[in-house]
């Protein structure tokens, strides 16, 4: 079979394996769909040493596909099942790995991820512990489950902290793929949405897939255009997906009294720095939001099956595993939505 390998320096390479047996307890996973995500980037920008490291582990976190094979003591998923993996990995025993929560284990062999720390779901076939396996109901398709098991997860887990007031009006900072899928997924729960990044390619795909307004912040200050888009009052709930410490500061301001900040983007700024009078004066909640439960899986697959998203609108580009080199290279350039890998239904 064929995987994509870092070799870093911005290089990934495509080679040759031989196909993955599953052991006791494990999976073999048929690859359908899989995602580049923004962290990939950052180990395809990795030195050559951090790739040598790696020793020829595939890249890719973002699995979903059909269960080709099971090994010994696996009663679930059966062989023929559709999946999307859950890409962090845990101990499997320890309380926050037997509550769903495996990316936040850090016992033992925790803390690792598939593309990271093992081969991941750049491939035809993917090993992965069968716990991981989720279901993924014939309804959802491989392009929707890839994003739930990263970008669009995450920020469905984001937008489960914030009371829904249907109605009330959402503002997302930093239109991403986690972002996007945030600001679609927010509109499909009944909010008025707002968008804002500076990234023109991501603006134009914003206001091209979604139906909400959508604010280019280096032609408008968002925070005049926010107030005067609602009459003054600001905004029920902020998803700030940016990273960026400007905006960290706007999602304080534009939030009205009594509203939801959910900080979901990482950013290289390691201090969030708001001004203590939006949090104090309008009585806001500030949350923080890292990746998503398996719960939290389950929710967003019920939601959607209730609530149709166009989620298939944020993937911009679509490439065999083959053209890997090509696929990381532009999605590198920035003028792209979500990347994928796919294989033929
Ligand atoms: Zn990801
Ligand atoms: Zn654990």
Request: with cysteine.
């Amino acid at each position: 079979m064929k995987g994509v390998v870092y070799l870093g320096d911005s290089q990934v390479e495509v080679r040759d394996f031989p196909e993955p047996e599953p052991g006791p307890g494990q999976v073999l996973i048929q690859s359908k769909v899989a995602g580049l995500c923004g962290s990939d980037l950052h180990k395809y920008h990795s030195s050559r040493t951090w790739a040598n490291e790696r020793n020829g582990m595939i890249s890719g976190h973002e699995p979903t596909g059909i269960v080709a094979a099971v090994g010994p003591n696996v009663d679930h998923p059966c062989v023929g099942d559709r999946v999307c993996v859950y890409h962090r990995l845990g101990c499997g025993h320890c309380m926050d790995c037997r509550s769903g929560n495996a990316a936040f284990c850090d016992e033992g062999s925790g803390s690792g991820a598939f593309g990271r720390t093992q081969d991941g779901s750049h491939a035809d076939y993917m090993l992965t512990e069968a716990r991981y396996c989720l279901p993924l109901p014939d309804a959802l398709s491989f392009t929707v489950a890839t994003q739930l098991a990263c970008t669009a997860g995450t920020a469905f887990s984001a937008l489960r902290k914030i009371p829904t007031h249907v109605g009330d009006t959402l503002v997302v900072f930093g239109l991403g793929p986690v972002g996007l899928s945030g600001l679609l997924l927010g509109i499909g729960m009944g909010y008025r949405g707002i968008g804002v990044d500076t990234h023109p390619y991501r603006v134009d795909l914003a206001r091209k897939v979604g139906k909400g307004q959508v604010i280019n912040a280096q032609n408008d200050d968002p925070v005049d255009a926010i107030r005067d888009l609602t009459g003054g009052t600001g905004v029920g709930g902020v998803l700030e997906c940016s990273g960026n410490a400007i905006a960290r500061k706007q999602a304080a301001t534009v939030a009205s009294r009594g509203a939801t900040v959910v900080y979901v983007g990482g950013g290289s700024a390691p201090d969030l720095t708001v001004d203590f009078a939006d949090v104090l004066t309008k009585d806001l909640t500030v949350r923080g939001n890292s990746v998503f439960s398996m719960a939290s899986y389950f929710a967003a697959v019920e939601f959607l099956l209730k609530k149709p998203v166009a989620l298939n609108q944020i993937v911009t580009h679509r490439f065999k595993i083959a053209e890997a080199v090509e696929a990381f290279s532009l999605f590198d350039t920035g003028q792209t939505g979500k990347v994928v890998f796919e294989w033929d239904e």
